[in-house]
């Protein structure tokens, strides 16, 4: 069986300061990790995804997530946050056997002024 | 433009009225699913379609059908809709090229109420 925790419901940061969301991941063999980003009354976009090749992924908008094997973790993180960085976000695994994800209960990010 | 999308955007029914979501994507994927968001659920599974005429179940399948007659179309079906139905629905897909390292595209949502 596979599970995700995102370790934060909500997270608050003011603009210019860095950003943690945290990832645990639970899996029977290899994962394939997505971080997805859902704005407000928006769908669902890929941020970035790990798959086995480099340990830290760069994705879009300056965010970053490093794949940890030995504390089964996925933290993304961005250096700077930006007031359009509002939204929530999800940690994402998905079986080598298939094509099913299965979704962290999502991380609500607030940027203050 | 390359996209998923799904009909109607905001639905509100009665308990026991049948329905459908439509689901149409253009990038000629063989993968499709359906997705419920409900909060602090994140999204789960409901059905998912590796072809045309394949489909199974995800991790939330009751009271949900599905068919895949086309490869471009997937539509969820909910023949008596409940109340515990009031969610907000995501159709996906994907090729199976790679197979799960490619990733899902999503289509706008549904928000669906039953009253």
């Known amino acids: 069986a596979q599970s995700v925790t995102q370790l934060d419901s909500h997270v608050s940061v003011s603009e210019g300061t860095p950003v943690l969301l945290r990832c645990n991941y639970s899996s029977s063999y290899s994962p394939s990790l997505f971080w997805y980003v859902q704005h407000p009354n928006k769908g669902l976009q890929l941020l970035l995804k790990?798959?086995?090749?480099?340990?830290l992924v760069k994705g879009i908008n300056g965010f970053e997530a490093e794949f940890k094997k030995s504390e089964t973790s996925f933290h993304l993180t961005k250096p700077s946050a930006h007031m359009s960085d509002a939204a929530e976000y999800f940690c994402?695994?998905?079986?080598?056997?298939?094509?099913?994800?299965?979704f962290g209960g999502g991380t609500r990010l607030m940027v203050k002024p | 433009e390359a996209q998923v999308t799904q009909n109607p955007r905001y639905l509100i029914t009665v308990t026991g009225k049948k329905l459908t979501v439509t689901c149409s994507q253009n990038m000629n994927h063989e993968y499709m699913s359906w997705y419920r968001q409900d909060p602090g659920l994140g999204l789960r599974q409901i059905y998912y379609?590796?072809?045309?005429?394949?489909?199974d179940k995800g991790d939330v399948p009751e009271g949900y059908k599905v068919s895949r007659k086309e490869k471009r179309n997937f539509p969820l079906i909910l023949e008596s809709p409940s109340p515990n139905q009031t969610s907000l629905y995501f159709c996906a897909s994907s090729s199976l090229a790679g197979l799960s390292y490619n990733e899902q595209f999503f289509g706008p949502g549904t928000r669906l109420t039953v009253l």
């Open positions: 790990y798959t086995s090749a480099a340990t």
């Open positions: 379609s590796m072809n045309v005429e394949v489909t």
């Open positions: 994402v695994v998905n079986l080598n056997a298939g094509n099913m994800l299965t």
